[in-house]
């Protein structure tokens, strides 16, 4: 895949937006931000290491989740170095999100980590804590995919702006021509949304210091404004009616994510109707 973006970016440039080839020299400076992650899709020949939707597993002492049942991964079934994440080798992570936009900086959705072994009961996926009554959501949330997801290891490039790269814009437009995901969701890898300036892992980061400073997150504990202390848990593309445009992020602190404190992880959409 970076091959044909170099190809594309160097010697061909991208006519349907104007796009002239670009300075070989910073093509090959961008690249050098790669990054792999795994990008899970109902289609592919890869191993099976998850699925959308399906039962709702979860310990009887978690409380009933506050946002809707996405996916689960399975850890141990992601190809090896699919990410350069320090995550567990075993063991599954439930994801869960809301695909409407909450007023102020609110976590839009939240992730469960069960390590392999772990007792489990199958629990009622309609108790989240959502919007009572509001049956236009309900069908949005009963539009998320189903089914299974196989995994496959990718590059990543990154979406938003970086210093010292006067063609960022352009280099974001040919990677997202030549990388072509739609639907998918994605462990690693850099943060994507249709508005990615600034990255959207500054604005997980914001969102959680006002929202732990307000008391309604992060459980007293310290929380880093730094963006370099916050890495992509997860990025979800819904491409589901309705919500067209959407984009889901779960960013985690990086000490978090080593400790597997999955509980502190940071969740924001991003839809453009």
């Known amino acids: 895949m970076l091959i044909p973006f170099r190809t594309r970016a160097v010697e ?25 992650c795994a990008v899970l899709t109902s289609g592919g020949d890869g191993p099976v290491a998850g699925r959308f939707g399906g039962p709702l ?18 850890f141990a079934a992601l190809p090896k170095d699919a990410t350069d994440l320090p995550l567990p080798p075993d063991g ?12 102020g900086d609110g976590n839009c959705g939240q992730a469960i980590y069960l390590p392999a072994g772990t007792p489990v009961e199958e629990r009622d996926k309609s108790t989240w804590n959502g919007y009572p009554g509001d049956d236009y959501y309900q069908k949005i949330v009963d539009s998320y995919p189903q089914g299974e ?14 210093p010292g790269f006067p063609h960022a814009d352009e280099l974001v437009t040919v990677w997202c021509d030549v990388s072509d995901r739609r ?16 990255d959207p892992l500054e604005i997980i980061a914001s969102r959680a210091v006002r929202q732990a400073n307000r008391g ?45 404190r999955f509980d502190r992880t940071f969740s924001t959409v991003y839809w453009n109707p």
């Open 92 to 103: 599954h992570l439930l994801l869960f999100a809301s695909l409407e936009e909450t007023d």
């Open 149 to 162: 997801l196989r995994a496959r290891t990718e590059p990543d490039l990154p979406y938003h702006s970086l």
């Open 216 to 260: 309604r997150w992060g459980d007293g504990e310290p929380v880093s404004s730094a963006v370099e202390d916050w890495v992509l848990l997860a990025h979800w593309n819904p491409n589901i009616s309705n919500r067209e445009g959407a984009d889901v992020q779960w960013g985690i602190q990086r000490a978090d994510l080593r400790a597997r």
């Open 57 to 74: 597993l979860l310990p009887a002492e978690i409380p009933d989740p506050e946002h809707p049942y996405l996916a689960s991964v399975d």
């Open 12 to 36: 061909e440039g991208y006519p349907w937006e104007d796009i002239a080839p670009l300075p070989a020299e910073e093509v090959d400076r961008w690249i050098g931000h790669v990054r792999p």
């Open 183 to 198: 639907g998918h969701l994605q462990l690693g890898g850099y943060a994507d949304q249709e508005d990615s300036d600034p």
